[in-house]
């Protein structure tokens, strides 16, 4: 069986760590697996790269069809500030990487945003060609954004975007909907079937106009847990020229400015815990937040390494992940199989890792001060972190190995190939 992944890049960003995980999976149980990326930043020769055409004709093409997509942008150029990405059905290569398909038997498409056109790529899939879509946020259901919050407009034609600042009810978010729609109403339901890393995705994806009528999987994110492994807590803190004595907490996300992560929530939580001795904030991620908080606080910048981000995990005595909106965040199941608990709100699929008393805590969500009571009830409690840390480790390697995540997948692509006999 000739798997073939389709993922925008294979690097960057959370679900480009995600693919790339399933990837090696598959390959550790000998499967013929191949990743097509739109930009490629690995050695790697089972990773393949779109190459688009170069002749004149193509470049015009392109050129054309990009600033037709970006005229319907101009007038919404000055979009809300915290918002994030906003993606279009359209984009510029139209159906060119169907022709650069390497062979396979199975379509798994991931992120795919700005690299699959929905219209001019999937429509022209062979009809018994199976093709899986694991989601790794909302935008494949919805008129434009990556996630919502909590907006719910999705599930009735979209319009009227909070994140376009729009009060046109067929404004761009219709339209791009609208797009959609037109592209699932020509797929047949046994051809395509939509996997979610987390519960509350899947029911978000099953609540929607837009996929509800396809098959839904739940199979969850996975990781080495040879490379997120422990790492004895003072040799990870004298590398990171941290205190030993300190009380760290850590927080990671992409990129730190980014609203939806919370990290104002857990400046917020910490602003009540300057009483406690010793705490030192730790944080990863792009941008450098200008913070004025009493705790000693170091921000690390963003790391690349799986190696360094799992001595980063095991200096830490809670990861706290105070997001608003989230999938199945890589960074919680990093820090289960380095064995740190984890604090987060009850949102997403965060409760499918942080299980209550046994990894961790949860607060309600955008509750700051739940939050702060429930990091402060681990830090009093070290004996409970002590049996939460092996909790965490084990959950983590029964769970959540590359190996188990893998052998899920090839058992849907089995069935769907099966399906077609």
């Not at 997509?69 to 979009?79: E, G, M, T």
Request: proline letters at 6%; one cysteine or more.
């Amino acid at each position: 069986m000739k798997v073939l992944l389709l993922n925008s890049n294979d690097s960057t960003g959370g679900a480009a760590r995600a693919v790339y995980r399933l990837h090696a999976g598959l390959h550790r149980l000998d499967q013929d697996s191949t990743l097509f990326v739109a930009r490629r930043n690995s050695s790697d020769v089972t990773v393949k790269a779109f190459s688009p055409a170069i002749d004149l004709f193509s470049r015009l093409r392109r050129r054309l069809y990009l600033e037709w997509i970006n005229r319907d942008y101009a007038k919404y150029r000055s979009r809300p500030e915290g918002y994030e990405l906003f993606s279009d059905a359209r984009t510029q290569y139209g159906a060119a990487p169907l022709g650069q398909l390497p062979s396979c038997d199975v379509i798994n498409l991931h992120w795919v945003a700005s690299f699959i056109d929905y219209e001019r790529f999937l429509t022209q899939v062979p009809q018994r060609k199976p093709i899986i879509w694991t989601l790794h946020d909302m935008n494949p259901f919805t008129g434009g954004c990556h996630y919502d919050q909590n907006c719910g407009r999705y599930r009735n034609r979209c319009g009227n975007c909070p994140q376009l600042a729009s009060d046109d009810e067929k404004d761009l978010s219709r339209r791009i909907w609208e797009r959609k729609q037109r592209t699932f109403t020509k797929i047949a339901p046994d051809q395509l079937h939509i996997v979610t890393p987390s519960h509350w995705l899947a029911r978000e994806a099953e609540h929607s106009t837009l996929l509800g009528r396809f098959p839904i999987s739940v199979i969850p994110n996975s990781l080495d847990t040879e490379v997120f492994s422990p790492r004895e807590r003072d040799v990870a803190r004298a590398a990171l020229e941290i205190p030993q004595e300190a009380i760290v907490l850590l927080f990671v996300s992409d990129w730190t400015g980014d609203r939806r992560k919370g990290f104002m929530q857990l400046v917020q939580a910490l602003s009540g815990l300057s009483n406690l001795p010793d705490i030192f904030l730790l944080s990863l991620g792009k941008g450098k937040p200008d913070l004025e908080i009493t705790i000693p606080y170091r921000h690390l910048g963003h790391l690349e390494d799986d190696r360094l981000m799992a001595l980063v995990y095991s200096a830490a005595d809670l990861f706290v992940i105070p997001s608003l909106q989230d999938n199945l965040p890589n960074t919680v199941l990093e820090s289960l199989a380095c064995g740190t608990p984890v604090v987060g709100f009850d949102v997403g699929g965060i409760p499918d890792m942080v299980r209550p008393g046994i990894t961790g805590l949860l607060a309600p969500v955008g509750n700051v001060d739940g939050l702060r009571e429930a990091i402060v009830e681990l830090l009093q409690n070290p004996a409970m972190r002590a049996e939460m840390a092996e909790n965490c480790r084990h959950i983590a390697v029964e769970e959540y190995a590359l190996e188990v995540q893998a052998r899920h997948y090839i058992q849907l692509y089995q069935s769907m190939l099966d399906n077609y006999d």
